[in-house]
C-alpha cells in the first residue's frame, strides 16, 4: 500500500491543523493505522495509532487531550487532528500502516508498521 500524508505547515502556539493521510492500490479498511513524528536531531517517536476495526485509538502521553486519530474508510484516509500545538509538536509526522496480528500491544513501535508516507512538515512558532 501507497501512503500520501499532507496538511502540514507553519502555525504559531496555540493553533490548530489536520493532517490527512491517503492511502492508494489497497483500502485503508484493511490496516491499522499509525502516526509517527521526528523533530530535527531526535529519533523517531508514536504519536497515535488507530486500529482497523476503528474501535480503539491510542496515544502517545505527550499528545493526549490535544491530538486526535480517526478514519474515514470511504476515503481511504486516516487524520491526525492536532489541536493547542506547542513548539516541542514541530517535527516531519509521517503515517504508518501496519497488518500485525500483535497492534494492540505493538502499536508505538515503528517496526510493527510495513508501509511508510513521506511525512509532511508541522512547525510551530512561540
Known amino acids: 500500500v501507497q501512503l500520501q500524508a499532507s496538511g502540514g505547515g507553519l502555525v504559531q502556539a496555540g493553533d490548530s491543523l489536520r493532517l490527512s493521510c491517503t492511502t492508494s492500490g489497497r483500502p485503508v479498511s484493511g490496516y491499522h493505522m499509525g502516526w509517527f513524528r521526528q523533530a530535527p536531531g531526535k529519533e523517531r517517536e508514536f504519536v497515535a495509532a488507530?486500529?482497523?476495526?476503528?474501535?480503539?485509538?491510542y496515544y502517545a502521553d505527550y499528545v493526549k487531550g490535544r491530538f486526535t486519530i480517526s478514519r474515514l474508510n470511504a476515503k481511504n484516509t486516516v487524520y491526525l487532528q492536532l489541536n493547542s500545538l506547542k513548539p516541542e509538536d514541530t517535527a516531519v509526522y509521517y503515517c504508518a500502516a501496519s497488518t500485525t496480528a500483535s497492534f494492540s500491544s505493538a502499536y508505538d513501535n515503528a517496526r510493527a508498521y510495513g508501509s511508510w508516507g513521506r511525512g509532511t512538515l508541522v512547525t510551530v512558532s512561540s
Open positions: 488507530h486500529r482497523r476495526s476503528g474501535d480503539i485509538p
